[in-house]
Structures are given as C-alpha cells and as structure tokens.
C-alpha cells in the first residue's frame, strides 16, 4: 500500500513508517512546555530523525483530554508554528506534517514547505482544510473525533465503536475526494482517547482489521495516552512499556504508520515486530550486537 504525500511517497508494504510527535505548546498533556521555544524544538526534530522518525508532526494547540485546554485561533496558532515550521521543512530530510483543524494554519504551513496535514477533526471543523491540502499536494491524515474543538474528548455512546469509526472515516474520505484529494494521499486514524473512553479505545483498535478494509493505511496514536493508564495504574510518565506493547498488536492488527513521543523505542520495538511479522525473509539492517 503505498501514502502519497508532497516530495514522496511510502510503500507502507514494506515497512511501517514511524512518526515522531512535537508539540510547539506549554500545556500538552506529556511534554507540554519542553520544546515551546524554536531552538528546543528544531534540535529535538532533528534528534528525533536520528533516533528513527519517518517523518515528524509537529503541532501547536494542545487537545488533551480534561479542562485547561481552550483552543487557539488559527492565528495564535500559528504565532506558536511559524518560528520553526519553514526551518524544519527545509532542514529535515523527512517529510513534514502539521496537526491541525484550522484550515489558514494548514496553507500557512504547507506554504512553508510542510508535506502532511493531519487534522484530528478529520475535516468536521473546516472541511476547506482539504483545498489546501489537495492543491499542495500534501498527504492528508483524517481521524476519528466527534463534537467541536475543545470538547472532543468528551465520552460518547456506541452501539458498535470499530463500525461506527468505520463509517465515520469512509464519509470523510469522500469528503476529502470531493475537495480534490486523491485516495493515495490519505491515512486514517481511529482516533484513539478521542471521543472514547478507555475500553472503548481497545474497541477501537481490536476493530482495526475493519477499518483497513477501506484501502488506505491505518495510523494511529497510542504513545502516553491516559486508556494505557488506565489498564496499568500508570502515570503517564510511566507508560512507555504499555505504550509499545499495544503499537506492535495493533501493527499486528493492520497498522501502517505509528505516531509517538519515543521515536528510539517505538523504530527498534517496530523493526523487531516486523523481523517476526513481515512475510519476506528476515533481513537485518542493523549491526550485529554482542551477546
């Protein structure tokens, strides 16, 4: 299966493709404040490329779960982005994504050089957002979240979670055809945490074969979140083992592309996985350790 994005493209039958998150802001839920100043931020996307990253996400508004996290306008989100989005499109030598539902802050950034958008409102909160995307030529990542900005994390019934993210996805696929963007250019992500209380997350993903049956790579976003707290009795410091064992059953399950904040924990648990679950040979790529 191959993601198209601006510059390139990934044959995500060969490989999963890991995504490093960087958040731009003071509040987000687990490493808010550490990079808020652009030169923490451009060396910790370096690191991150280093350390393994396909590509990196970079975002500014915070959409943890709980009260204290208003959101931004598109402007104030973009006085957090600009001092660092055209610096790492230039300098990174992966491609580029922004997390964001606002439309103005999308074709700022991709005309900065940005290659991915991914919008956590999977284009419910400004359906243009896909314009830009689609006369960019960027990727477009469409998640699974319901209600406006701000409240997207309150719980919601389901009569049947992996169906009815399913459905969700595939009218937002169409949503984004409509505003010009090709099937190749786009992933889907349950949006896990999101509208979901925790065993409404495992739903979620113990449903992801369903969701590939829509024919475009699944992503998602496990890394910290509070459904792993949850199953463990961990704080969200502690939750990085959690974390990686339920990455390699999703990947297990159909996922494609893996988002996190432990770039170098995530690839090596990735690349392990794979040496197991890969239909072609074994190949190592690495140097052999000792013991």
């Known amino acids: 299966m191959i993601f198209d994005y601006r510059g390139g493209s990934w044959d995500l039958s060969e490989r999963v493709r890991v995504v490093g998150i960087l958040n731009v802001t003071p509040d987000s839920f687990y490493d808010g404040g550490r990079y808020a100043r652009p030169e923490d931020a451009i060396a910790r996307a370096e690191a991150m490329v280093a350390e393994g990253a396909d590509s990196v996400d970079v975002g500014a508004q915070s959409t943890r779960p709980g009260a204290g996290a208003p959101p931004?306008?598109?402007?104030?989100?973009?006085?957090?982005l600009e001092p660092v989005v055209g610096?790492?499109?230039?300098?990174?030598?992966?491609?580029?994504?922004?997390d964001t539902y606002h439309a103005e802050t999308a074709r700022r950034a991709l005309g900065e050089g940005a290659a991915i958008v991914n919008d956590v409102s999977g284009l419910t909160?400004?359906?243009?957002?896909a314009e830009h995307a689609a006369r960019a030529g960027a990727g477009l990542v469409l998640m699974h979240a319901l209600g406006v900005p701000g409240r997207m994390h309150e719980p919601r019934e389901y009569a049947d979670v992996a169906a009815e993210v399913a459905g969700f996805l595939e009218?937002?696929?169409?949503?984004?055809?409509e505003r010009g963007v090709p099937e190749s250019r786009i992933a889907l992500d349950p949006g896990i945490g999101f509208s979901k209380r925790a065993e409404q997350s495992i739903l979620a993903l113990r449903g992801l074969p369903l969701l590939t049956r829509l024919g475009r790579p699944v992503y998602i976003g496990v890394s910290r979140k509070s459904f792993l707290?949850?199953?463990?009795?961990?704080?969200?410091?502690?939750?990085?083992?959690a974390g990686l064992g339920v990455t390699?059953?999703?990947?297990?399950?159909?996922?494609?592309?893996?988002?996190?904040h432990d770039v170098r924990e995530t690839a090596d648990a990735v690349r392990a996985a794979e040496a197991l679950l890969h239909p072609d040979p074994v190949r190592m790529t690495a140097a052999p350790a000792q013991g």
């Open 72 to 80: 931004l306008s598109a402007e104030e989100e973009w006085q957090r």
């Open 248 to 260: 390699i059953a999703a990947i297990a399950l159909g996922a494609r592309i893996v988002r996190t």
């Open 171 to 177: 009218r937002q696929m169409k949503v984004a055809g």
């Open 125 to 129: 909160h400004e359906p243009a957002l």
């Open 87 to 98: 610096v790492l499109a230039a300098r990174l030598p992966a491609p580029l994504s922004i």
């Open 229 to 241: 707290g949850t199953l463990t009795g961990r704080s969200v410091e502690e939750r990085l083992a």
